[in-house]
């Protein structure tokens, strides 16, 4: 037994240095004046299909305007450092320090708050790495979508037309292929590939087949790369649901929902020629199963099924790993538990609502339509307070924008301010103004892009009520009986 231990443990310590040695720290320092004692989130993508997001860390911003983390990625990777509605984003590259200085923000300017898009998706400030002599990866990369935004700027109607098409994409190939001579990154070339993937495509002269052979072969497929994975997402888009060939989008609700299994699934789809590759197809299949998950007629039993066989196979492991993220995304039944303290100074959280549905709304003071929406939830309020609460949530700059809103007004809900609660934006996937949330009882998602007030929510909650009467051993359809708000 002795003898055992000896030889177990120094395998263990090995073991743990090899699985740790994969990747490697990078530190970063940024400073960010204008957001001194803010709340940054630190995140990147688990994976570039299901853009399951991961928080790094969440950190206070300083006095002097800066913030300090570490990452750990064997690989480039993109992070995003979000500060209430500013985000900017840069590429880390493994065992890399860097500096990056971002242009003052004044954080009281209107025009930096959200037109009717939430998720911190304001324009990128100026941002300059320092981590070595050199070109830096980020300067390399803006230098050469210059290349390419230039190119599309003089040409897209002459391309899109067909005129003198085939020189023009010639042309723009010798100059980013000229760029990538004298900054030969493997990054770089991937970015530059893809770029030229979606110009011929855009001249008309190439056809899918040769983006597909030519683009997405499986040594060509750049899983860690934004620019790739974007194109190749937008490529395949609701590929499987709407563009395959009729015989077997026929086939489909059948074979998912009585098979259950990836390997029937893979069988029909091999009939597409363009997906005759076995390693593209899992992909694209994993790509299309979350727009089959809100497909009515399919069961969302079957498609986790199905990712259960991918994430047990050992024929890709990044496949694999996309298939666990999207799994756990679509299993996650409770929600975040928000807590927050309504404008009367009273608390309110999920948990605390267990028993009653729960409505919220996000609006902002600028938003016409999120205005006109309150009328409609009072009358819902006298009619469902009994069986609803009623949550309308402020993505303003400051409470005193929202209390202005409700000054004078008999609105008898709850009305709180966001402020920095990151947490909440992410887990509700809230992403415009209005957006509505509709809770069930028990605290599980019955739809994060409910429908508003005036679309005839009543009429539609009060179907969704009817049809859990009138089978209440059927598990009910999230998406059956609420018209999702497009």
């Not at 997001?53 to 570490?70: A, C, S």
């Not at 990044?318 to 999207?326: D, L, T, V």
């Not at 402020?394 to 929202?402: A, G, L």
Request: glycine share 4%; with cysteine.
């Amino acid at each position: 037994m002795q003898l055992k231990k000896h030889i177990i443990f120094p395998l263990l310590f090995i073991a743990f240095f090899i699985s740790n040695s994969a990747f490697s720290s990078s530190f970063v320092k940024i400073n960010f004046p204008g957001t001194e004692g803010k709340i940054a989130t630190v995140w990147t993508y688990k994976d570039l299909v299901s853009l399951s997001r991961e928080v790094v860390t969440t950190v206070k911003v300083d006095n002097d305007g800066n913030i300090n983390f570490k990452t750990y990625n064997k690989s480039i990777q993109n992070y995003y450092v979000e500060i209430r509605y500013l985000r900017i984003s840069f590429l880390v590259e493994p065992n890399t320090q860097y500096q990056v200085d971002v242009a003052p923000v004044d954080l009281n300017n209107r025009d930096l708050y959200p037109k009717g898009v939430v998720g911190y998706l304001s324009p990128n400030y100026n941002i300059k790495i320092k981590d070595k002599e050199g070109p830096e990866l980020n300067y390399e990369l803006d230098s050469l979508k210059i290349i390419f935004d230039d190119f599309i700027n003089e040409n897209h109607l002459a391309l899109t037309r067909g005129q003198n098409s085939r020189k023009l994409v010639i042309d723009v190939e010798t100059k980013a292929n000229k760029y990538l001579g004298h900054h030969p990154n493997p990054y770089l070339k991937d970015y530059v590939e893809i770029q030229m993937a979606q110009l011929k495509k855009l001249s008309r002269l190439y056809g899918d087949d040769y983006i597909v052979k030519t683009y997405f072969a499986k040594d060509k497929i750049a899983y860690n790369n934004p620019a790739y994975m974007s194109y190749f997402n937008s490529f395949w888009t609701k590929y499987i649901d709407t563009r395959m060939r009729n015989n077997i989008r026929k086939r489909l609700d059948s074979t998912i929902n009585v098979a259950q299994s990836y390997q029937t699934l893979s069988a029909l789809v091999a009939d597409d020629p363009l997906l005759a590759d076995d390693n593209l197809r899992e992909l694209v299949i994993l790509r299309n199963i979350p727009q089959l998950w809100n497909r009515k007629g399919i069961s969302h039993k079957a498609l986790i099924d199905i990712l259960y066989d991918i994430s047990r196979s050992n024929n890709n492991a990044i496949h694999k790993q996309i298939a666990i993220n999207m799994r756990r995304r679509f299993e996650k039944t409770e929600l975040y538990d928000f807590k927050f303290v309504d404008s009367k100074g009273d608390s309110i959280s999920l948990n605390a609502q267990e028993g009653k549905f729960v409505y919220i709304q996000i609006f902002d003071d600028e938003c016409i339509e999120c205005l006109a929406q309150m009328n409609y939830t009072k009358e819902l309020y006298e009619e469902f307070d009994d069986i609803i609460t009623f949550v309308h949530i402020s993505v303003d700059r400051s409470k005193e924008d929202m209390m202005k809103v409700i000054k004078g007004k008999e609105y008898p809900w709850h009305f709180v301010f966001l402020e920095d609660n990151y947490n909440f934006i992410q887990e509700y996937q809230v992403h415009v103004v209005p957006q509505a949330i509709l809770i069930d009882k028990d605290g599980s998602a019955i739809n994060l892009n409910a429908i508003l007030p005036s679309d005839y929510f009543k009429d539609s909650f009060l179907k969704m009520l009817n049809d859990r009467k009138g089978n209440l051993n059927q598990q009910n359809n999230p998406y059956d009986g609420i018209r999702v708000r497009q």
